[in-house]
């Protein structure tokens, strides 16, 4: 692969209870456990800052795939949950789950478009067969 960009972060302190940083100070952020885990939920987590990246990323491959088919995506809007559980070898894994709405196409052509952008994402390519992601378009 060639690199047509790199992002760079370092995590410090203790994991989930720590801090994040990209090498550019656009994002600098307190993490925390999730109350439901366990911990203060007083700041951010891996799992949201997860969510936001991929849901980003995949409107931007929608996007790019509907543009190539002239396909009209004014409006258009991608929700992502990204959960955490435990697997059946002690350690965790995530699901993720994207809502795909896309207000002016008719859901078979929504459908269509969601389903090539999924193969499109680099998100949903590093992704594929290691994690369940579910794709659901909405009439909203």
Do not use: W
Not at 66 to 87: E, M
């Amino acid at each position: 692969m060639k690199a047509l960009y790199t992002a760079e972060a370092l995590a410090t302190g203790e994991g989930r209870d720590g801090h994040g940083r990209t090498s550019d100070g656009k994002v600098d952020v307190d993490l925390a456990t999730p109350t439901e885990m366990g911990g203060s939920g007083n700041g951010t987590n891996p799992e949201q800052l997860f969510a936001v990246g991929y849901a980003a990323c995949y409107h931007s491959a929608l996007r790019l795939v509907a543009g190539q088919a002239k396909a009209n995506v004014d409006d258009s809007t991608v929700g992502s949950r990204v959960s955490i559980g435990k697997d059946n070898e002690g350690g965790f894994q995530l699901a993720v789950e994207l809502e795909v709405t896309l207000p002016h196409l008719d859901k078979a052509e929504a459908q269509a478009l969601a389903d090539k952008a999924h193969k499109v994402c680099p998100y949903s390519n590093a992704t594929r067969g290691n994690i369940d992601v579910t794709i659901t378009v909405t009439d909203d």
